[in-house]
């Protein structure tokens, strides 16, 4: 109690950065926040589920949907940290690094996102997938 007095701040003050502290996000089913991608020629849309962020990297979540009318630009995106894409429903061809992988519901494909990479084709009308990204900071 001096110390905190001398230093002229509360007593629990001094002991902020011992407790572990985080953020934690619940989306029920079905919910997320309704989001936009848009680009030259790309545009979807997408629930963000979660949106994390530390000192030293960014992690989010979401439920992305497309559909024959969806503009996108096949296999030209790229940047810093790893994606995970796990199928929910429909099919697509998707280009990583040169190859292109077929996926149906239950498929998952991950790849570091310096990879050359996007949707190469949509198989049925609509899919659906979640799309995990870790990136640094």
Same mark, same amino acid.
């Given at each position: ?38 680009? @030259?020629? /790309? ?5 963000? =589920?979660?949106?994390?962020? !530390?000192?030293? *990297?960014?992690?989010?979540? #979401? ?11 096949? @296999?030209? /995106? ?5 994606? =995970?894409?796990?199928?929910? !429903?429909?099919? *697509?061809?998707?280009?990583? #690094? ?40």
């Amino acid at each position: 109690e001096s110390l905190a007095a001398a230093l002229n701040v509360p007593l629990i003050a001094l002991f902020s950065d011992t407790a572990p502290s985080g953020d934690v996000t619940f989306v029920p089913s079905g919910g997320g926040l309704s989001s936009q991608r848009v680009g @030259a020629d /790309h545009k979807h849309d997408f629930f963000l =589920l979660c949106a994390q962020k !530390s000192e030293a *990297m960014i992690f989010d979540a #979401a439920r992305v949907r497309l559909d024959q009318n969806t503009k996108y630009e096949p @296999a030209s /995106h790229f940047g810093q940290g790893h994606v =995970l894409l796990h199928m929910l !429903s429909g099919e *697509m061809v998707y280009a990583c #690094a040169k190859q292109t992988y077929a996926l149906a519901p239950g498929d998952t494909l991950s790849f570091g996102t310096m990879l050359d990479h996007g949707v190469d084709e949509l198989r049925t009308d609509v899919v659906e997938f979640l799309m995990v990204t870790a990136r640094p900071t």
